[in-house]
């Protein structure tokens, strides 16, 4: 779900180019500065940092809400975030968190201030903020903490409920968790001493130990702020068992034809030509500027339309398949025209608009078709089952598969329709199954899409596959990514997202047998890489050598054979053409050797990315010996044909 485009954002540069000498990440964070997780000797402990407000009745809120509209800030590339909130009770107030990151541990900087921002010299509103409590709250997942002792107090963190469920409540100025072992240690050192409790939560899915930080209640003055420091410091050594990994190039799973990018939003700049040169390209997908084909197809397509033209000319002549969606229309096509916002979800085309739309259409793919040489594999509207931004039932998806279909056929256009183009695969191949229940709909169905923002189980990416496969159609994954919102304060600028992004990827292979994946996007917009200074320098981050992997070794119109793990941070495919081979082997955690059985004695490459170094290739002497993973890595094993 993404809730407006993806424009493109001021740059951030030096701190978060990781992959030639990076800095190491010691933490990684959501998009208004809550703290996600602490990262030491390479392992990732989840947890979650942030300020909360509570009020009488067990009314709670927090400061630093993470959705794509609330109004948070990012500083340039540092770790400092601001912003305000505004309660259920009209209430408002402010917060500012500043990181660094060192040895010593990650620290914490912040202010809370009640209150909205206001303008300089304007008086502030004189009601105080009546709160129960304002706190810093670290919540410790128990799946992770569970067994762990609190230090100095010598309690355990119960496995069992105890009696009263916050087990600790005393003033403190530091406290430490302890692993069984004793070897993992998270150290809590405050500014001074403050009053800290330590419950155990369960709350619908979520079950943690929740660490509250109190810096004040009761009435809260307009204007007045409290400020709040804190160091976390976690250390410990790695233990990693050896991973055992195999390949079985004889079993043939699914073929697949490679990887891709969209080049939707943000497509102006020339990272789309260094990243269009520089990776493996097998699908892709453009937009279909409808508002703006609108105001133009009478006269002379102006800079938009034009690059758009010749990146889609340029993507016919790769003789790769490649997707045309649709975002927005002009306000007079929607029944609702002139009553929303202009980003509105689920809006539908007027009943008496839809001639005048399949013209729009058909006369756009007709004047590509007649001036560039190019046309689309497939039409989609971007995620109509969120409505993204026009919306569509089931039935509704179907009908409206028929009626294009039928107008692109009258039109002489061999554009196919593009099934579903869903938001997310979380059991919303059910949007689909309308359309595959209509034979005369399905004339029209090309292949098979699904969006991965959020990611899915393993059950829900399988449905998916299956559908694809029941009706004998190629599964392409178009919107290839993890956190919808991360466009906002620039959140995907981190190594530890283009890990994730990787595992995605991994997953996605293993269960939902896909064509193709689409990554979200060769452009600036969740950029690879990052145009600096007024020379335009291309600069790669980590995550473009991690994307490379994928890209460049994987051969093109491969297979995918079966591959197996014996690590859940440890994962594993497989390709093969011919005689050519890649097996892609994502560690996430600790570093540690693996043994991957199944591949033959040969002529072997091996490439690795780090944190701190992207892209590093050497021979492999010997693959059926241990191969060492380091720690947070991608490494591919590569055999030519």
Not at 337 to 365: C, H, M, T, V
Not at 513 to 542: M, N
Request: glycine content about 10%; some cysteine.
């Amino acid at each position: 779900m993404k809730i407006k485009p993806r424009f493109l954002v001021p740059l951030l540069v030096a701190s978060v180019l990781a992959g030639r000498g990076a800095p190491v990440e010691r933490a990684t964070y959501h998009s208004a500065g809550g703290l996600t997780s602490l990262i030491a000797g390479g392992r990732e402990f989840p947890l979650m940092g942030e300020f909360v407000v509570s009020f009488a009745g067990g009314v709670r809120t927090t400061l630093q809400p993470h959705d794509q509209r609330s109004p948070v800030t990012r500083e340039g590339s540092e770790l400092h975030w601001k912003g305000f909130t505004t309660f259920p009770n009209s209430g408002q107030a402010q917060f500012e968190a500043a990181w660094t990151e060192s040895d010593a541990g990650v620290a914490l900087a912040g202010t809370v201030t009640s209150g909205a921002p206001v303008a300089p010299g304007a008086p502030p509103s004189r009601d105080p903020l009546q709160v129960e409590s304002v706190d810093y709250v670290l919540d410790l997942p128990r799946a992770t903490f569970s067994g762990w002792t609190l230090e100095p107090a010598g309690v355990a963190l119960p496995l069992a409920k105890p009696a009263d469920v916050t087990f600790f409540n005393e003033t403190a100025a530091a406290l430490a968790f302890v692993d069984v072992e004793k070897n993992w240690r998270l150290a809590l050192t405050l500014d001074q001493p403050r009053a800290v409790s330590v419950t155990d939560v369960w709350e619908g899915d979520q079950r943690v130990y929740r660490v509250r930080i109190r810096l004040g209640g009761g009435g809260w003055a307009a204007g007045e702020s409290w400020k709040f420091g804190l160091t976390l410091q976690l250390t410990g050594t790695p233990q990693a068992p050896a991973a055992h990994l195999t390949v079985d190039l004889s079993t043939r799973r699914y073929a697949f034809d490679g990887f891709g990018g969209n080049y939707c939003f943000a497509t102006e700049t020339p990272a789309v030509d260094y990243l269009m040169d520089n990776l493996h390209q097998a699908w892709a997908r453009l937009e279909f500027k409808g508002q703006v084909w609108d105001e133009e197809r009478h006269t002379q397509p102006g800079p938009a339309l034009l690059r758009d033209f010749e990146l889609m000319k340029r993507v016919e002549k790769m003789g790769i398949p490649w997707i045309v969606s649709l975002w927005r229309l002009p306000e007079r096509y929607y029944a609702d025209a002139n009553q929303k916002p202009y980003f509105s979800f689920g809006r539908q085309i007027a009943a008496d608009r839809w001639p005048e739309f399949l013209d729009l259409l058909g006369s756009y793919l007709l004047y590509l078709k007649a001036h560039y040489g190019a046309e689309p594999d497939y039409f989609s509207f971007n995620e109509p089952d969120l409505g993204v931004n026009i919306g569509f039932t089931g039935e509704t998806h179907r009908d409206a598969i028929k009626r294009i279909g039928a107008y692109f056929a009258s039109l002489g256009l061999k554009t196919k329709l593009l099934l579903g183009d869903t938001a997310n695969p979380r059991d919303s191949h059910k949007f689909v199954l309308p359309t595959a229940a209509d034979a005369d709909a399905m004339r029209y169905v090309g292949a098979v899409s699904v969006h991965s923002w959020g990611n899915g189980t393993p059950a829900q990416y399988k449905a998916w596959g299956d559908v694809g496969g029941w009706l004998n159609l190629p599964l392409v994954v178009a919107e290839a990514g993890t956190d919808p919102g991360s466009y906002r304060n620039r959140m995907f600028d981190s190594y530890a997202y283009g890990l994730g992004e990787m595992q995605q990827y991994e997953e996605l292979l293993r269960d939902s047998r896909p064509t193709a994946l689409i990554f979200w996007e060769f452009t600036e917009d969740y950029g690879l890489v990052h145009v600096v200074g007024p020379e335009k320098k291309i600069e790669p981050t980590g995550r473009f050598w991690l994307m490379k992997h994928f890209t460049n070794l994987t051969p093109l119109k491969s297979e995918v054979v079966v591959s197996t793990t014996d690590r859940t941070d440890v994962l594993i495919s497989a390709f093969v053409k011919g005689g050519a081979v890649a097996v892609h082997i994502l560690n996430r955690g600790a570093a540690c050797e693996a043994s991957v059985a199944g591949l033959p004695p040969g002529r072997w490459q091996r490439i690795t990315t780090t944190e701190t170094d992207g892209w590093r290739e050497s021979a492999l002497a010997d693959v059926t010996g241990p191969v060492l993973l380091p720690a947070r890595s991608l490494t591919t094993l590569v055999r030519s044909e």
